[in-house]
């Protein structure tokens, strides 16, 4: 018997009432929620007329002058969160040779979100938190590391995180912590399979031919399987796991602890 042609299942989806809401509504809401965690357009123009007047003479005017830095990267000497930024701006850095700027609270927040939206004007900015915090909520109540490995340590139900700092944009980690199904990539998908002896495997797809599929199962078992012995080979359109209920302080710091993550290096 040939194995049933490859379709979208939603035999994932949790829970269904959700799922149908969701359906209803997705643009509007996914829309409604990213606003929350990044900085508005208008917070970007405002960032680079700042910028431009107060900061370009001494960091030039893509933020590559100063030694060590480079703002328009988000390469900086003893900054990671936006509130890190905050306190250089405020407070000035390297024994006064960068002074201390009295702005107001917009005013900051203008200057960051220019240089996290990578010194474009049209630009996104994503807010990013302090990555302690973020590698606790991982390990915690995000429930992150119950499924992804990190540095070697944790299962491999989900894919490896250790390096995605330097994989992933900070706009695409965000997307995958609010809305997992719009960030999975096809290669991710869950799987479910049947075999002809019956025996029904669920996991994540890591390989595909023509003729076989790598998975590796629930029980973190690499298996590869020949489709001819398939009856049944389901790819799930949604990832095993909800968008997070985190807060969105608490995804922006999640954020600034994924961006840490550059491998074993």
């Not at 960032?47 to 328009?72: F, M, T």
């Not at 949604?238 to 302080?249: A, F, I």
Request: hydrophobic share 35%; aromatic share 6%; with cysteine.
């Amino acid at each position: 018997m040939k194995y049933a042609p490859q379709k979208p299942s939603n035999w994932c989806q949790k829970p269904l009432l959700l799922v149908i809401f969701l359906s209803l509504t997705p643009a509007l809401l996914l829309a409604q929620e990213v606003s929350d965690h990044q900085y508005s357009s208008e917070a970007i123009q405002a960032g680079l007329a700042i910028y431009s007047r107060e900061c370009a003479l001494c960091h030039g005017p893509q933020g590559d002058l100063v030694s060590g830095i480079n703002l328009r990267l988000g390469q900086f000497r003893n900054a990671s969160s936006d509130e890190d930024l905050r306190q250089v701006i405020s407070n000035g850095a390297a024994q006064g040779q960068m002074p201390a700027f009295n702005f107001g609270d917009q005013e900051l927040s203008g200057v960051i979100a220019y240089i996290r939206a990578g010194f474009d004007p049209d630009g996104v900015a994503v807010r990013i938190g302090d990555p302690e915090r973020g590698k606790a909520l991982f390990e915690g109540k995000g429930e992150c590391a119950s499924c992804h490995r990190v540095n070697g340590e944790g299962p491999r139900t989900a894919p490896d995180l250790s390096s995605i700092g330097i994989l992933r944009t900070p706009t695409n980690l965000q997307l995958n912590l609010i809305d997992p199904a719009a960030a999975l990539l096809p290669i991710n998908r869950p799987v479910r399979l049947v075999t002809r002896n019956e025996e029904t495997i669920v996991g994540r797809r890591l390989n595909e031919d023509t003729y076989t599929v790598q998975l590796i199962d629930s029980q973190e078992r690499l298996r590869s399987l020949l489709k001819s012995e398939l009856v049944t080979y389901e790819l799930s359109e949604r990832p095993s796991k909800q968008s997070t209920n985190l807060t969105n302080d608490e995804v922006a710091d999640v954020v600034g602890y994924l961006l840490t993550l550059r491998g074993m290096e």
